[in-house]
């Protein structure tokens, strides 16, 4: 209840957009390892550092990195602190859809702990088992036999656009929505947005495409819609669609509340998560900030290098908009 009560004040001071009351521009500490790279970074960009929790964060360096980014930080990454496994929503096993409740209630208070007025979540896995955090321990289960049939592209074992009416994947997805509308309220009552980010189309992962994200969108008022530039750009070349018109079909959605921005090396045949630098040779930047920007969306970096010289990128291609 304390927390309801909390969130409801939130509300009504105009936290629940952005954590600050309007969209800002900001950075994923996913590429931050240390005290040192998030002090460097806030001597770089100034008092307009804004900062999204990762979900490789333990405890441990959340307690750590609180004195330096209270009162900057704008979204949280589920989970954060960081745990053993993803949520699995889609799960079938009871036991792992309470774990993975519980972790994201975690996630909530982190989230309000810290201001934060967004929560962006990876919904869940075409598979009833809990999800490992560590891409180590992930890739043994997402090479299980029963998602051979659905690979069309064996490097990066990527699916292709008839994975999403498969009768294996249907029902996981099913699962996913319903979860995600109750969470989506649960949150919403305590004044935090819950953004459903689109993963890159892997086979074993739920929710990559333009159309499925207009679905997600329209489910609940409550459900929001975090845009993951760089797997969409994965997704355009596995699936065979214009990559800025999908993009601006997201957008035009109105559930957009956090853009993740980075970019990759993929092409057709080519698929590569690389979450490089924005200014990667062949990444249509121009484009996709002009259209990222002109929606009231946060904009963080997600990229793993060059932090703050993409954020200066992100902020003059927002200016334009009247955000930090």
């Known amino acids: 209840m304390q927390h309801e009560e909390h969130g409801a004040e939130m509300a009504r001071n105009g936290w629940a957009s952005g954590g600050r009351g309007e969209a800002v521009t900001g950075v994923s500490l996913v590429g931050m390892k240390s005290l040192e790279a998030i002090e460097g970074y806030i001597d770089e960009i100034g008092p307009n550092a804004r900062f999204e929790l990762s979900y490789q964060m333990s405890a441990e360096f959340l307690a750590q990195a609180a004195p330096l980014i209270r009162g900057r930080v704008?979204?949280?990454?589920?989970?954060?602190?960081?745990?053993?496994?993803?949520?699995?929503?889609?799960?079938?096993?009871?036991?792992v859809v309470a774990q993975s409740l519980t972790d994201m209630e975690t996630t909530l208070e982190t989230a309000m702990g810290f201001g934060a007025g967004i929560v962006v979540l990876h919904a869940g896995y075409v598979t009833d088992l809990a999800m490992p955090s560590s891409y180590a321990a992930r890739k043994p289960i997402l090479s299980r036999p029963e998602f051979l049939n659905d690979v069309r592209h064996a490097d990066g074992a990527i699916c292709g656009p008839e994975y999403r009416a498969s009768p294996g994947y249907i029902p996981y997805a099913e699962r996913a929505k319903e979860r995600l509308v109750a969470l989506a309220r649960r949150y919403a009552r305590a004044g935090v947005r819950l953004a459903v980010e689109n993963l890159n189309p892997r086979v074993g992962y739920l929710f990559h495409s333009p159309e499925e994200m207009l679905e997600l969108a329209?489910?609940?008022p409550d459900l929001w819609l975090c845009l993951d530039v760089g797997h969409l750009y994965i997704t355009s070349f596995?699936?065979?669609f214009d990559y800025l018109e999908g993009l601006k079909t997201i957008i035009g959605s109105g559930k957009v509340a956090s853009c993740h921005l980075h970019a990759n090396s993929s092409e057709p045949g080519r698929y590569r998560d690389d979450h490089s630098s924005l200014k990667e040779q062949g990444f249509p930047l121009e484009e996709v900030l002009k259209i990222v920007a002109a929606s009231r969306a946060n904009l963080i970096v997600e990229a793993v290098e060059d932090l703050a010289g993409n954020t200066r990128i992100v902020q003059k291609a927002a200016a334009g908009r009247g955000i930090l």
């Open 238 to 240: 596995a699936f065979g």
């Open 74 to 95: 704008v979204s949280a990454h589920a989970c954060c602190p960081s745990t053993e496994f993803f949520p699995n929503l889609a799960s079938a096993d009871p036991s």
């Open 218 to 220: 329209a489910l609940d």
